[in-house]
């Protein structure tokens, strides 16, 4: 509904392990934002990209990386992955511009960390 | 970004208007109030959002007090559907664009 994908839908891994996450953004725009959203919780921000850089980053450890490509789809890779890493991962698109900074989510990537 | 109060849940019947007020006594003269809804296990939904003058659009109406301390999001027909957790975020609306979540309301539409 919001034209914001997230791919794979689910995913389990082992502690230790590596992921990446992907997000394509609406059309039109240009920044994408994560969000961590633990059982129970309302989501946490985790950083933003606009125009392939990091525009903020909330309380999160370096090994919660992620990059913006040029047609403005993003990554989140998280390294050495913890037990509490097991979330629901969001990402948003927006238009940095102005008044239309609305964000809009994608449908989220549900990770288990075993 | 200042701090949102909203009551942990809430029910309604279903036709009836829903109403669900959102605290931000501490809202700055540049931030918007947000609002915006989750059904089990999706991501947000965006609802809608104002500075200081009531709004409405196809899903709902915001109504911000003048002194703009405080907010009531209306469902004017509430439905099975509307059954979600709401969130109402303030937010400047120019830099940093994080959305600060808090723990919401859950509505509960009732048959």
């Known amino acids: 509904e919001t034209g914001v994908t997230q791919s794979p839908t689910h995913l389990i891994k082992t502690r230790g392990q590596q992921v990446t996450l992907r997000c394509s953004s609406q059309s039109g725009h240009n920044t994408v934002s994560w969000y961590q959203q633990a059982l129970g919780q309302g989501p946490q921000f985790i950083f933003q990209?606009?125009?392939?850089?990091?525009?903020g980053r909330g309380n999160f450890p370096p090994r919660f990386s992620g990059l913006q490509f040029p047609n403005y789809s993003s990554e989140l890779n998280v390294n050495a992955l913890e037990l509490d890493d097991s979330a629901l991962y969001l990402c948003?698109?927006?238009?940095?511009?102005?008044?239309?900074?609305?964000?809009?989510f994608g449908p989220g990537t549900r990770l288990l960390v075993l | 970004d200042a701090k949102t109060t909203q009551p942990t849940s809430m029910d309604c019947a279903e036709g009836r208007a829903a109403n669900l007020p959102c605290n931000h006594s501490t809202i700055s003269g540049n931030e918007y109030v947000y609002w915006y809804r989750q059904i089990h296990s999706q991501g947000p939904q965006y609802i809608i959002h104002g500075l200081k003058n009531n709004e409405t659009n196809e899903m709902a109406s915001l109504i911000i007090t003048e002194d703009r301390k405080s907010s009531t999001l209306i469902l004017p027909h509430a439905t099975l559907r509307d059954t979600a957790v709401y969130y109402c975020i303030v937010k400047v609306i120019q830099g940093a664009q994080k959305l600060v979540f808090g723990q919401g309301t859950r509505l509960t539409i009732n048959p």
């Open positions: 990209y606009y125009r392939e850089e990091e525009n």
């Open positions: 948003a698109s927006s238009l940095n511009m102005g008044l239309k900074e609305t964000q809009y």
